[in-house]
């Protein structure tokens, strides 16, 4: 069954895959980081998870505030909003679940063809040793060079920034 989605795929992105894989990783990327992005935006109450995001940075300053007034009475109040405010957050963390799950088919299928094609194969090769490409290679136990990232760490790279851009363009703060 895998095999026959594969297929598609190698159909799908023809050439691509072996003259361009810079194209066909970003590609993955654009496509799994912008679905989940756009399930989330259309699944989730952004609006309610704004207002809980503004809820908590209001109440951890409260805390705070209590926390060096040593006022008891306060402080208790402080915590008290703090539970509350963590069973909303609970309440949202069930609400993004959904999205999450649902791209989730997508983005094993995309990694294990991807997998197939570029395991230990340096997609981006920079002119120096860049500390952050070794440190994602011990992630998985590469054996790419620092200067050289793999299809791994280019995707998480492209669905990253996909995901920040349409974030920002959706309004989802």
């Not at 704004?50 to 008891?72: N, T």
């Amino acid at each position: 069954m895998i095999e026959g989605v594969y297929k598609f795929l190698d159909g799908l992105f023809g050439g691509y895959i072996v003259q361009h894989p810079l194209f066909a990783i970003t590609l993955a990327g654009f496509i799994i980081g912008g679905s989940y992005t756009l399930l989330y935006y259309f699944m989730t109450d952004i609006e309610k998870t704004k207002k809980i995001q503004k809820l908590a940075k209001e109440v951890q300053k409260e805390l705070r505030e209590a926390q060096k007034s040593g006022d008891e009475k306060r402080i208790k109040k402080a915590q008290q909003k703090q539970m509350q405010l963590m069973k909303m957050q609970s309440e949202m963390m069930k609400d993004t679940l959904v999205p999450m799950l649902l791209t989730l088919p997508i983005f094993w299928i995309f990694f294990g063809w991807l997998k197939r094609w570029y395991v230990e194969v340096a997609i981006v090769k920079l002119p120096f040793n860049f500390f952050l490409f070794d440190w994602f290679h011990s992630w998985y136990h590469s054996a790419l060079r620092p200067d050289e990232l793999g299809y791994l760490g280019w995707y998480f790279l492209t669905s990253y920034v996909v995901g920040m851009v349409l974030r920002k363009f959706l309004d989802m703060g």
